[in-house]
């Protein structure tokens, strides 16, 4: 091959193959430490309102159980006049868990319990009373979708005459799409391992995709120095995109080793896994004109997601619709309904896992008006 060595179909070292098949490889929630404690989170049951008393007392009577800090009993956090935001961080105000008495949303984290071993402090944890003072929430993109707000990121700027185009094409589709809500949940779970060292050192395992954004974040969070943060992630792994932000468990997890003085790991359940980013919920309308022929006039892609109260999260969903295919006439639009909920965050192909979907779903009904084949009609675009 005139000396060029070939690469496709030749085998290529996994240098960390062997560890991973064999339970070498360890997830961030193994690394011992020297009198370690476990921590255990205790969830909201409520989408909405404030915390008027919680009760610890049962808990802090197991025996094995240190500490339980909530938001009146914990080390200084920064404030909201403060800079918490990370390098993933969407517009508005980032959520600090433990801050203060409101409730955001329904899984929110309002107390930590630290304990000798994970099953005490998941059982002190069941003893904790806490009673609300419930609002009303709403938690349904589609019951309030006039209350949306144009997306802070702008789309791109219409081209042609989208309008005029599509009033005037022979064939059109004008069809309307919803996707659901989509959660991570890689097989590692998040998980945080502060191995406490005198002077408030820190060296921290986290389940992360960023450990600089995190470091970074722990830095203004805490008002630590850079110099005594040190997040590793020695086997970074697929985390679909949960990974990009800093989860609730990594504060959790240093909070209390800055209490206590002391080594502490939070390992979140399955179940809380479901309660921060995800991929939000779409209702996509999509109008698309054609001739006779296939070969599209105008294409208009209005689509509204759902964020949190706090944050104003904005995905790449409608450019697509003005990139895929060939067309000089187009409009796109995307705006956010705030809702009770945690705030959305990217997942692996953000924007285009969505938006993509409900403009080929689009393309095959359009395929079916002209009644040609689908993989014509996209030739006939390309």
């Not at 005037?168 to 659901?180: F, S, W």
């Not at 504060?251 to 995800?278: C, N």
Request: with cysteine; hydrophobic share 40%.
């Amino acid at each position: 091959m005139n000396g060029i060595t070939p690469v496709v179909g030749q085998p290529i070292d996994r240098v960390d193959g062997l560890a991973k098949v064999t339970g070498q490889a360890r997830y961030a929630g193994e690394y011992p430490g020297t009198g370690l404690l476990h921590g255990s989170v205790v969830c909201s049951t409520i989408a909405r309102g404030r915390v008027l008393r919680i009760d610890s007392s049962e808990a802090l009577k197991v025996p094995g159980v240190i500490a339980v800090l909530d938001h009146a009993h914990r080390p200084r956090v920064s404030s909201y006049d403060d800079d918490y935001s990370d390098a993933d961080s969407a517009e508005g105000a980032p959520f600090r868990p433990l801050f203060n008495d409101r409730v955001l949303y329904s899984g929110q984290p309002l107390a930590l319990v630290v304990a000798e071993n994970l099953e005490l402090a998941r059982y002190a944890g069941s003893l904790i009373s806490i009673e609300y003072s419930q609002e009303a929430h709403q938690t349904d993109l589609l019951a309030v979708l006039d209350h949306s707000h144009p997306a802070p990121a702008e789309t791109p700027a219409p081209r042609g005459d989208f309008a005029g185009q599509f009033a005037h094409a022979p064939v059109k589709v004008d069809a309307t799409y919803q996707t659901a809500n989509e959660h991570h949940n890689p097989m590692e779970p998040h998980a945080s391992t502060v191995l406490y060292k005198p002077g408030d050192q820190l060296e921290i395992h986290d389940k992360t995709q960023g450990t600089q954004n995190c470091r970074d974040y722990l830095h203004k969070v805490f008002g630590l120095p850079k110099d005594n943060v040190r997040v590793l992630a020695a086997y970074v792994g697929g985390a679909f995109g949960s990974g990009l932000r800093p989860q609730y468990q990594l504060p959790l997890a240093v909070m209390a080793a800055l209490q206590l003085k002391r080594s502490v790991r939070v390992t979140l359940t399955r179940q809380q896994m479901f309660t921060f980013g995800y991929r939000p919920r779409t209702l996509q309308r999509l109008r698309l004109g054609a001739d006779t022929d296939g070969r599209l006039l105008a294409v208009a892609h209005d689509a509204t997601g759902q964020t949190s109260r706090f944050e104003d999260f904005t995905e790449h969903l409608v450019e697509w619709s003005g990139m895929l295919y060939r067309c000089d006439n187009v409009a796109l639009s995307y705006r956010l309904t705030p809702l009770d909920v945690y705030t959305p965050l990217d997942m692996r192909a953000p924007g285009a896992g969505s938006g993509v979907l409900a403009l080929e779903c689009a393309m095959d009904e359009l395929a079916c008006a002209l009644d040609i084949d689908p993989v014509q009609l996209r030739r006939v675009n390309f």
